[in-house]
């Protein structure tokens, strides 16, 4: 068997009714594991529920808005009464608010990006981290951040500093989660066309901003497949607080 496989465990993904999440749930479940899909537009998780299922998949769609406190309860719950428990949550739900500088954005901005990037990352990860604390079992964690993390560029507050963020509460969570078992990681993504990063990638700067990654290409999705499959599975097993950068150089890059 793969040292990557996920046979036999049971993976969560938030907002898996596109981009990343939809790839994910496909990638996790031809590595063996029963998937959890969980996003707001619910026609988009039965769809690729259907999907999944039809491909021999065990799949469950539940809907789920991370920003609401008894949605992410019935989240982990729901997934626990129908699949037996919980070995990896992946943070992926994601929001950004337009192409804004900290001059431009209000509070309605704010609150959006970092109670989905951030407050719901972390929610989750609490009442997950209790939940595995109860069963006396281990767990791990996998948030979705990203290279604006690393990165210095305009407009794109406050996506940038809620992933920054979103580090720094991966770093703190595995020193503080290791006590129950719990690995806590990160994937940080370059740039990939998806809602997420559309405004950029299809502006007029695109064809500039690309030549400053060293691989002079945006990512594909299937570039993240095997460091997804590293940090979800037990091929990681001594790594928590590792922060995966998957971006062809982008953060190597001279300004
Ligand atoms: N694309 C890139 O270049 C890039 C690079 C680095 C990191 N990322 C990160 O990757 C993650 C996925 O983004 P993406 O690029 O795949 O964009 P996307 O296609 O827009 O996906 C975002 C997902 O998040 C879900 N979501 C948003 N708010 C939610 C909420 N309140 N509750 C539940 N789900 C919610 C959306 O589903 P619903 O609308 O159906 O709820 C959707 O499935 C994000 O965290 C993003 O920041 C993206």
């Known amino acids: 068997m793969?040292?990557?496989?996920?046979?036999g465990k049971t993976v969560l993904v938030t907002g898996a009714s596109s981009g990343f999440g939809h790839h994910f749930a496909g990638v996790l479940g031809r590595a063996g594991a029963r998937v959890v899909l969980g996003a707001r537009r619910v026609d988009k998780i039965q769809a690729r529920v259907d999907e999944l299922s039809a491909a021999g998949h065990e799949v469950l769609g539940l809907p789920l808005d991370v920003r609401d406190v008894d949605s992410a309860k019935n989240f982990l719950?729901?997934?626990?009464?129908?699949?037996g428990g919980i070995d990896v949550l992946i943070n992926n739900a994601g929001v950004e608010a337009g192409a804004k500088?900290?001059?431009?954005?209000d509070d309605e901005d704010w609150d959006y990006v970092f109670d989905t990037n951030l407050k719901a990352a972390w929610r989750l990860s609490k009442f997950y981290t209790q939940w595995v604390a109860e069963q006396g079992g281990t767990g791990s964690i996998v948030n979705i951040a990203s290279i604006t993390a690393y990165r210095t560029i305009k407009g794109q507050f406050p996506y940038a500093v809620s992933k920054a963020a979103l580090v720094k509460?991966?770093?703190?969570?595995?020193?503080?989660?290791a006590r129950y078992g719990v690995r806590v990681n990160a994937l940080a993504p370059g740039y990939i066309l998806t809602d997420v990063s559309r405004v950029l990638l299809e502006?007029?700067?695109s064809s500039e901003f690309v030549k400053g990654i060293p691989m002079r290409r945006y990512g594909e999705f299937s570039d993240l497949d095997g460091p997804l499959l590293l940090l979800a599975s037990d091929a990681s097993t001594y790594m928590t607080g590792s922060v995966v950068v998957v971006d062809g150089g982008h953060i190597c890059a001279e300004l």
């Not at 793969?2 to 046979?7: E, G, R, V």
């Open 2 to 7: 793969s040292i990557f496989s996920l046979t």
């Open 77 to 83: 719950t729901g997934a626990v009464e129908a699949f």
């Open 101 to 105: 500088t900290y001059t431009m954005i």
């Open 169 to 177: 509460a991966t770093e703190i969570m595995a020193l503080e989660g």
């Open 203 to 205: 502006s007029e700067r």
